[in-house]
């Protein structure tokens, strides 16, 4: 009995793209800082994202690259000149056809909850609690835990509404290689003044 060669030839091609694209995809091309980072890159987000924390479901999918290679993905999102990752447009919010922010006002109500990544409070955007990483469109340095100040794992940080307040809420664009699509929450002040003035209080682990 005589077999076919034709499906070990597609295997053994696939193999070997498979192969050649984890040769493309290695860590060329970047700098080497420290273990913790992946490609040893602080840029580019923990080696290792968690599997036993709260979070496993707001990352599950989560492409942090979003289909470059490590070197791709900075020459396209980060701004060397100013050591910076690019911005994106509108602030971030997903344009109409229009090409207008789709943003409205909306008003936050106790007992809801809220997040954001970061290790600042002194910033103006906030999610729906439980708002998958994807769907953010940021950045994957936001996923490093801080190594002083405020130490929360992942950078994440979670709020309850304590007294009602006004924001401005609407989808966010895809951006950084990521689909975007969440609700983002834009505050008029910043989230420390938000506390402070009795509007949020911090949710511990």
Known sequence: M????LPLLLVAVGLLLRVSAAQRCDCNGI????????????????????????LVP???????????CPAEFLQTWYNDSIYSYIDPPADGWQL????????????????????FFGQSEEQVALFPAGTPFAMRALPPYL????????????????YEV??????????????YGQPGQGT??????????LIRGGFLT???D
């Open 184 to 193: 983002t929450y834009r505050t008029r002040i910043t989230v420390a003044m």
């Open 96 to 115: 109409s056809t229009a090409q207008k922010p789709i943003a409205d006002d909306q008003v936050l109500y106790p007992g809801m909850l809220v997040d």
């Open 58 to 68: 707001l990352l599950h999918g989560y492409q942090r690259l979003g289909g470059l």
């Open 143 to 158: 996923l490093n835990t801080p190594t002083y100040g405020d130490i929360a794992p992942f950078n994440y940080h979670v």
């Open 162 to 175: 304590a007294y009602p307040f006004v924001v401005t809420a609407g989808p966010t664009a895809a951006f």
């Open 31 to 54: 700098e080497f800082s420290s273990k913790e980072y992946f490609c040893g890159e602080h840029r580019l987000g923990p080696k290792k994202l968690p599997t036993s924390h709260h």
């Open 202 to 204: 911090r949710v511990k």
């Open 2 to 5: 005589q077999l076919s060669v």
